[in-house]
């Protein structure tokens, strides 16, 4: 079986490790806090000491960082992937970062004749747990097709949305459509709050019809319980509007509806709601 | 039973007075054109040619008119129901309207001895013509479950949502919810366009998770296929936004998703859309 290389064990990544070590990969871990690959480590998966390390010892190495900028450090930086991963390595991104940057690995890699791969997912850290996930993936098809075993441990609807770059922006359309409904189905919370009118009753006659998404279905109850725990982290999906925003000034796309959600969402982060879940936008209400 | 008199023959108002027709209801029918009444009176109604003559008939008013102003002068106006209806009296306004005339009815009909209800319906002319129209009701407990058996000829998920206004209300929160997510797919969409992604493909990856949708779902092919048909016009979605943001501020809340909608919409409008479907927005874009 081929050795995968996992770099950035956080709520995500520890989960889609576990994954593929029970599916029996041998497996080479790093992560900047070494105490959260413990339980990877005592499952049979072999430490490394840098990316670089890594990528020496795997035939396919997986990141999943935070930030665009760890993402740029993982694979450029000192002792990082580019410099140390053998020919025919192939190197996968699948955190939600910038399909710029997305774009300059591929061609880092490609004259090195590594190939790489950007796949970004949806689905949470429930999808990463059942393995359920959702990939956007872009790049060459040659490379997909060959990494498919791997994603199919990982996830379940798993689509080649085209060249380098492309699972990015697959993912930012994710994103987009996401910022603006948020607005949509909080207003619709707080004017039926406002109105007198039972929210829970609301939700029973208009979430089936054309006012439905799964964020009225899954977070507006949240919402009204005032459980605003993470789903999904303000402070994350700020960092996504931004790069969406970015990508969408460089092709010239004015896209006010996502730039409201951001300065919503940038307002309730000022007010220390960063770590709150994306439904904390009803706080914006009470202010 | 009941005799049943309809008033406001047009898309939704003539399947839905059918459908009363087809379960047996002695009908009474007016509408400013009186062709439209053609193939209910073929199918045994009766003509009325004025409201009050219609409400002097009937046991029950069903209303299913255009603006806000059609439904005050078809209650208030000369020869009209408010004038003539006889005490017991049920008038059900169906129309989407403003909750504030809808609580003006109920007290000019409680001087009467007569009963109202605010009644406004999602589903569109399908649900109409199906009969599985969504009713939103406000009123009085005894007087919905008095007109139940009349609401379930016409629907499937009718719910008293409360006091006089509370239907007009609750169809507020459907439009609410409408307004920005319709921006969110649509922007999602252009972005793909323009990213040179294959929107169709991106559907698969996106439309069954976390970003879906009623309008994602059903709308973005339409709006992919060029199709402009309204399955709901862009004219009246622009009134329904109105009422929101009119109520909105009576009631001091801020709404800033569903102004930018309307805006958007307006401008849309402005340019000739005023019949396209809601789906039409991509135009925005393509100014």
Same mark, same amino acid.
């Given at each position: 079986m081929k050795k995968i290389g996992f770099i950035g064990l956080g709520v995500m990544g520890r989960s889609m490790a576990q994954n593929l070590r029970n599916a029996g990969y041998p497996l080479f871990v790093y992560n900047r $806090? =070494? #105490? =959260?690959?413990e339980p990877l480590l005592k499952a049979g998966a072999e430490w490394c000491s840098t990316p670089a390390e890594t990528a020496a010892k795997s035939d396919i190495v997986i990141t999943m960082v935070g930030y665009p900028h760890d993402v740029e450090e993982v694979y450029f930086g000192e002792n990082g992937l580019l410099g140390a991963a053998k020919e025919g390595t192939i190197l996968i991104d699948?955190? $939600?970062? $910038?399909p710029t940057l997305a774009k300059k690995i591929d061609e880092a890699a490609k004259a090195k004749q590594v190939k790489a791969l950007d796949a970004p997912v949806s689905g949470g850290d429930i999808g990463a747990q059942k393995g359920n996930l959702t990939i956007m993936v872009g790049g060459d098809e040659s490379v997909f097709e060959e990494v498919k075993p791997v994603f199919s441990v990982l996830g379940e609807n798993i689509v080649l949305q085209g060249g380098p770059g492309s699972g990015q922006h697959t993912k930012m359309c994710n994103q987009i459509a996401i910022a603006s409904n948020m607005i949509g189905v909080t207003e619709s919370v707080v004017y039926a709050k406002k109105a007198g009118l039972d929210p829970e009753k609301v939700l029973k006659s %208009?979430?089936? *019809?054309? &006012? *439905?998404s799964w964020s009225m279905s899954n977070l507006v109850p949240r919402m009204l319980a005032g459980?605003?725990?993470?789903?999904?982290f303000i402070k994350h999906f700020i960092k996504d509007m931004k790069i969406a925003l970015d990508e969408a000034e460089k092709m010239g796309l004015n896209l006010p509806g996502l730039a409201l959600s951001k300065k919503l969402y940038e307002e309730l982060a000022a007010k220390g #709601? #960063?770590?709150?879940? $994306?439904? &904390?936008? %009803?706080?914006y209400w009470s202010k």
């Open positions: $806090t =070494k #105490e =959260k690959a699948m955190t $939600t970062s $910038t %208009i979430s089936a *019809g054309a &006012a *439905g459980d605003y725990s993470p789903g999904f #709601e #960063e770590n709150s879940g $994306t439904q &904390a936008l %009803i706080k």
